[in-house]
């Protein structure tokens, strides 16, 4: 199984920045790729950012030129960061962390989430 674990989220004003990371453990070796969601109140879970272990990325439209993805070390998972500048308040929902390990056999896994709130 993978354990992953997100940090960095919080409140913050219309502007600012924050990065999120996901520490990821445990059969790391079965990631094929990780992503962050997010859900916002009555909506549902969306995907913001998502990277493979060839490091191609992908960011939602929504998102696209505000926020990056990347990971800490291009030959294995041991965290990948979410920097998030130009933030608004529809940005507020709590983010999601998921790994991809289909291939293995092992399916998804998700972390516990944390909160990020745009207000001023």
């Known amino acids: 199984q993978v354990q992953l674990v997100e940090s960095g989220g919080g409140l913050v004003q219309p502007g600012g920045s924050l990065r999120l990371s996901c520490a990821a453990s445990?059969?790391?070796?079965?990631?094929?790729?990780m992503a962050w969601y997010r859900q916002a109140p009555g909506k549902q879970r969306e995907l913001v950012a998502a990277i493979t272990s060839g490091g191609s990325t992908n960011v939602a439209d929504s998102v696209k030129g505000r926020f990056t993805i990347s990971r800490d070390n291009a030959w294995t998972w041991n965290t990948v960061y979410l920097q998030m500048n130009s933030l608004k308040p529809e940005d507020t929902a709590v983010y999601y962390c998921?790994?991809?390990?289909?291939?293995?056999?092992?399916?998804?896994?998700w972390g516990q989430g944390t909160q990020v709130t745009v207000s001023s």
């Open positions: 998921n790994s991809d390990s289909l291939s293995s056999g092992l399916g998804f896994h």
């Open positions: 445990g059969s790391i070796a079965s990631i094929d790729a």
